[in-house]
């Protein structure tokens, strides 16, 4: 495995589901599990670096939501839509004097939302997140750190969830030769939903197992596996009494590839870092009031 100390992959705010309850009542049909279209080396960050740059990632998801898990766990007839979720991410890297093997982004994630079949056909910007991440390189192949980020309730009506939420977790990755690990814990902290409910907090890890197949100088290959849960604890409605079937949980289970172009092997646009795209398809295997995963995930993600 080939260690450029120039690189440094995108944040996965790129990556972020909207997580359970966006374009969702309290009936069973809340679904996505945050985080679900992380890639290997989503959270690899290196600190050798010494100018500021900016990057911009554009996530891409379909799921079919034909089945849904009911409130025993059992796969049943789902809504029979289509759900087709964007994220528009702009990101901006620096340092700070002192601290060396330290590195900080700011960002800022707009969300499309559109979910068609069945007679229904929604569709609209949802809510941003607005926030960032802090790294530690302890070593050049291994990174920690942690991030936070606001959710703000200004989208669409069709698609806001109309709920402030704050989103905080930790990250861990390293390299064992030419297997990459990158790992995601954290949850979603709600505030007051609508109509005077309490919706309930979600808690989510995401374990990615990468092997890097084909290192090149001006190109990487890197297939992996995908691991995703969810836990969503139940609402409460304005009398204080839990929503009946709010209470939600998943677990998903993928595989995917990852491609990283080195800089300078595109000549029609500028390039500072290795560029990526990645492509994953992922399936719920077990869950409870919620609609199961069955989709793709792209990412394209460009440094200058």
Do not use: C
Request: hydrophobic share 35%.
């Amino acid at each position: 495995m080939r260690v450029n100390n120039s690189r440094v992959t995108s944040s996965a705010l790129g990556t972020l589901m909207l997580g359970a309850g966006l374009l969702s009542s309290w009936n069973a049909q809340a679904s996505g599990i945050p985080f679900a279209g992380n890639r290997p080396q989503s959270f690899q960050f290196s600190s050798d670096f010494t100018e500021p740059y900016d990057s911009f990632g554009q996530y891409v998801q379909w799921n079919d939501d034909s089945k849904r898990f009911d409130d025993d766990g059992d796969k049943v007839k789902g809504s029979g839509t289509d759900t087709y979720v964007g994220l528009s991410s702009l990101l901006h890297y620096w340092k700070v004097d002192g601290l060396p093997n330290n590195g900080f982004i700011a960002s800022i994630t707009v969300p499309e939302v559109a979910v068609r079949g069945n007679g229904v056909r929604v569709s609209g910007l949802g809510d941003p997140l607005v926030g960032g991440l802090v790294w530690y390189n302890p070593t050049p192949l291994r990174t920690l750190g942690a991030q936070a980020y606001v959710q703000v309730p200004v989208g669409a009506d069709s698609v806001s969830s109309d709920t402030w939420s704050f989103w905080p977790s930790l990250f861990y990755n390293e390299w064992f030769d030419k297997v990459n690990v990158d790992l995601l814990v954290g949850g979603i902290l709600r505030g007051d939903g609508p109509h005077d409910t309490e919706p309930g907090n979600t808690f989510h890890a995401n374990l990615r197992l990468g092997y890097n197949v084909i290192d090149r100088p001006t190109y990487q290959m890197t297939p992996f596996l995908s691991y995703d849960h969810q836990k969503t604890w139940g609402s409460d409605d304005r009398w204080g009494r839990i929503i009946p079937d709010s209470e939600s949980n998943e677990t998903a289970l993928g595989a995917g590839v990852l491609f990283q172009l080195k800089p300078g092997i595109q000549s029609l646009y500028a390039q500072k870092m290795w560029d990526q795209v990645s492509l994953h398809y992922s399936k719920g295997v077990h869950g409870r009031n919620t609609s199961v995963t069955d989709g793709l995930f792209l990412q394209l993600w460009h440094y200058w």
